[in-house]
C-alpha cells in the first residue's frame, strides 16, 4: 500500500507561481508512474500531468501546458508540480497519483493510490 501526501497549496493571486509536492511512503517508488490530478467544486476529477517512472516521459493537460511543470525525484520519494502564470480557473483540490501497472496513463481511474488532497486557491 502506498501513502502519498501532498503539501504546498494556498491562496495566491493570478499571476502568481505554487510548488506542490508529494511524497510516498513506497520503497520501490521508481516503479510507480505518477500523476497530478485537480478537482474543482462541483466538476470531475481531471487530469493535470503525469510523469513516467523516470521522469524522462512527461505528459500535460492541454490547458497547463507552458505554465505547469511536474518532475520527480526517485532518490527522494517525490513528485513536484510547479505551476507558474496561475489563473483562477486553476483553483481546486490538486491530489498526487501513483500507479504500479500502466506506463502513462491520464484517466483517473487507471490510479491505484491517491492521497489526501491539497487546496490550490488563485483570486483574480
Known amino acids: 500500500q502506498v501513502q502519498l501526501v501532498e503539501s504546498g497549496g494556498g491562496l495566491v493571486q493570478a499571476g502568481d507561481s505554487l510548488r506542490l509536492s508529494c511524497v510516498a511512503s513506497e520503497v520501490t517508488f521508481r516503479n510507480y508512474v505518477m500523476g497530478w490530478f485537480r478537482q474543482a467544486a462541483g466538476k470531475e476529477r481531471e487530469f493535470v500531468a503525469a510523469?513516467?517512472?523516470?521522469?524522462?516521459?512527461?505528459v500535460y493537460e492541454d490547458s497547463v501546458k507552458g505554465r505547469f511543470a511536474i518532475s520527480r525525484d526517485n532518490n527522494k520519494n517525490t513528485v513536484n508540480l510547479q505551476m507558474n502564470s496561475l489563473k483562477p480557473e486553476d483553483t481546486a483540490v490538486y491530489y498526487c497519483?501513483?500507479?504500479?501497472?500502466?506506463?502513462?496513463?491520464?484517466?483517473?481511474?487507471?490510479?491505484?493510490?491517491w492521497g489526501q488532497g491539497t487546496q490550490v486557491t488563485v483570486s483574480s
Open positions: 497519483a501513483a500507479d504500479p501497472i500502466r506506463l502513462l496513463p491520464t484517466r483517473k481511474e487507471e490510479y491505484q493510490y
Open positions: 510523469a513516467s517512472r523516470s521522469g524522462r516521459s512527461l
